[in-house]
């Protein structure tokens, strides 16, 4: 039997095992770069999305102590201002007032009515519940945003202010002594109750003045997001993860 052999010309450059592997790296850098824009053009997206809905605005004064804080001019708490947000009780906004910005919480919406009264209820005891905001015909309950142990909660100020405020503006005041908000007004009010001029003082303002709502609290001190928008945060993860 003839057994028959054969001889392949490799030619002068034979193949390289190692080529595979460098195809590899080349694939996996490709990659990289890939993703690497991916994040850029994600980023760019993101920031023109935030930078259009949101309003950067540093806290300056007393007012909604010790919600936010004011050290200095150089090293106060900053928040972000939603200016496509729908508002509700209780959020803290940034209005205008003649020519600057306040920031406050909101007390009542229009069609709301709201008083300060003396609690028939007191204990005689905690001075800074002596006198109460009431917001449609019931005692409003403040206790997720204000520490009645603290000082800056005593309503003695507010409930005198806005006395004489009903009294320059007998007309709006109704039978129960309550004043109706206005289709295009807002009721505000600051956390430090001690130091604030508000709607106690000046009645409602114009709601066409807001500039936005407080969505995200960043603390000078600690450098802590506190609050935020947990639809936005969902949406971006939901992007991430779809993306990704």
């Not at 920031?47 to 605005?57: K, W």
């Amino acid at each position: 039997m003839k057994i028959i052999t054969k001889k392949f010309q490799l030619g002068s450059n034979p193949p390289n095992r190692c080529d595979v592997h460098e195809h590899k790296r080349v694939n996996i850098r490709d990659g990289v770069i890939n993703l690497l824009f991916l994040a850029f053009v994600l980023l760019t997206i993101l920031s023109v999305a935030f930078s259009y809905i949101y309003t950067l605005s540093t806290v300056y004064g007393p007012s909604m102590q010790p919600t936010l804080n004011e050290t200095g001019r150089d090293n106060s708490d900053t928040v972000y201002i939603n200016r496509e947000s729908e508002i509700r009780h209780s959020d803290i906004i940034v209005i205008e007032k003649e020519t600057y910005y306040v920031i406050k919480r909101v007390i009542a919406l229009p069609g709301d009515t709201v008083d300060i009264i003396e609690d028939e209820n007191w204990d005689g005891v905690n001075e800074n519940l002596r006198y109460r905001v009431m917001l449609n015909g019931e005692l409003l309950d403040e206790s997720s945003y204000l520490n009645f142990a603290l000082d800056t909660t005593n309503l003695d100020d507010h409930y005198s202010s806005f006395s004489a405020y009903k009294t320059l503006h007998i007309s709006r005041v109704n039978p129960d002594g309550s004043i109706t908000i206005g289709a295009n007004e807002i009721f505000i009010m600051g956390d430090n109750r001690k130091n604030s001029e508000d709607s106690s003082v000046n009645g409602p303002y114009d709601l066409s003045k807001m500039l936005g709502r407080v969505e995200i609290i960043i603390k000078y001190n600690t450098g802590v997001l506190e609050h935020y928008n947990q639809k936005i945060i969902g949406m971006i993860k939901a992007f991430l993860v779809n993306t990704f």
